[in-house]
DNA sequence: CCAAAAGTGTTGGGCCTACACCCATGT
DNA sequence: ACATGGGTGTAGGCCCAACACTTTTGG
């Protein structure tokens, strides 16, 4: 950052990649496309690419998203960076660095593809293998990321609508978490925590079309868990 | 990531940035160095520089640090990935995306200046300000990141020596996170958590000069804390 | 009436804060 | 002897996992 000899650095090409998780049928999916162009041509991979000249990364990933998804404008969009992948070599054709994100939705829109993908399509998670480039392992970083932000930060509404009820909530920790939890324990838990979540007054929804109706909640102003919510399983692993 | 027609993207120059931090005399200390070139000249920012063709970021980051303060093949460097700033405009001159790491490192050495840097230098965290570019975001960033991972990860280690007391180590959650704790509780706390340390059998040294010899012990095997240590403050402020 | 889902109550145990106290060393 | 820092013990309280129980809906 402090020779501007124009010899003294390379140009690199710069991307972005994108982890776009969701809840689907109470499993994790990703949002996956498959590639229209070699390399990899015919491989599934997490959506992403350039950087254009006036574009920060956070930019380039909303864009991209757009182009390659269809999903454009998406409510309730979380985007958090995840980390640069910039080993030598990751891309067989080209020096590539690529700022990795991970963005988390809550109703998940079919896709479709577009841009240089042929097709956009949510996979399960346990399904999303075999990626081009290195993105298995931005896949898994993802989701180790996600998994533990859940603990100590509010990041779980990011998976929810804007108005949701306690049960769905859960079912985000509970699936990707891989645990079950106990509902009046993280009910007293949730509700413990200043800012978390807020009431919707008189609001409530039926969810499984039986039971009693759930009350609404909405996000809170808090980002930050204390105490967090600790990933204390039990033995049982549900849908 | 798709497309490679050669128009499609824009080169960018790449860099790393390093927030390196320790604690000298219970307090802690950033790294920096002076500018010794146009934009900034004369302004202290963090090390760092440009890639090299066939560097990967971590890579690049070592090889900076070592050029520009003289700190080679430190022994207990823990380098960490913080994140990757690419506002265009971040630079005045050129457009150029950095990815920023947190350093720590336990015993600090004397740096010197080197490279691009006219001199290098230990600056209390609290007097490191208005630096060049968006580097006080960068080290606000690391600070706020280090003072995070203390609480959940096993990183207080990467500040201390390869052995250690657990009064020193006790200063390095007091430092950072600028509270006192009850040493007979911290104690149990860290020695019930398996795998954060071990004992060091028959070792003792003194610490102040006087007092009884304290045990040491080495950094374990674990990497995570469960639970966590949380940062419950008491109302003090020590050294 | 039954099943299913939401929500409330309660209890026993464990963890943890706060503090008192003992140990070893230098001056 | 005393100051200084390391290390142990312990009581009270808060938190919380576990599970029983009530409430409200659809079939």
Redesign the pocket.
């Known amino acids: 950052m402090h020779g501007y000899d124009k010899h003294a650095y390379e140009p690199f090409a710069v991307t972005v990649d994108l982890a776009v998780l969701t809840l689907r049928a109470g499993a994790l999916h990703v949002l996956l496309v498959e590639r229209g162009q070699e390399p990899y041509a015919g491989r599934w991979a997490l959506p992403g690419g350039f950087l254009l000249p006036e574009e920060s990364a956070e930019t380039a990933a909303r864009r991209e998203l757009a182009e390659e998804t269809g999903l454009a404008d998406v409510t309730g969009l979380h985007l958090e960076q995840l980390r640069t992948y910039s080993e030598p070599g990751r891309d067989p054709r080209m020096r590539v660095v690529s700022v990795a994100f991970a963005a988390l939705l809550p109703h998940p829109p079919e896709p479709r593809g577009g841009g240089d993908a042929s097709q956009a399509r949510w996979v399960p998670y346990d399904a999303a293998a075999d990626l081009a480039f290195d993105h298995d392992r931005i896949l898994a970083d993802a989701r180790d990321r996600v998994g533990a932000k859940l603990e100590y930060t509010c990041l779980a509404t990011a998976f929810c609508p804007p108005e949701f009820?306690?049960?769905e909530l859960q079912q985000v920790y509970e699936t990707v978490w891989g645990t079950a939890l106990?509902?009046?324990?993280f009910?007293r838990?949730v509700l413990?925590t200043p800012g978390f979540v807020e009431a919707v007054p008189g609001a409530?929804r039926?969810?499984?079309?039986?039971?009693?109706?759930?009350?609404l909640y909405r996000a809170g102003p808090a980002t930050t868990l204390h105490?967090p919510l600790?990933r204390?399983p039990?033995e049982g692993r549900p849908a």
């Open positions: 009820t306690l049960g106990d509902r009046p324990n009910r838990k413990a409530a039926l969810t499984g079309g039986r039971g009693k109706p759930a009350a105490p600790l204390t039990r």
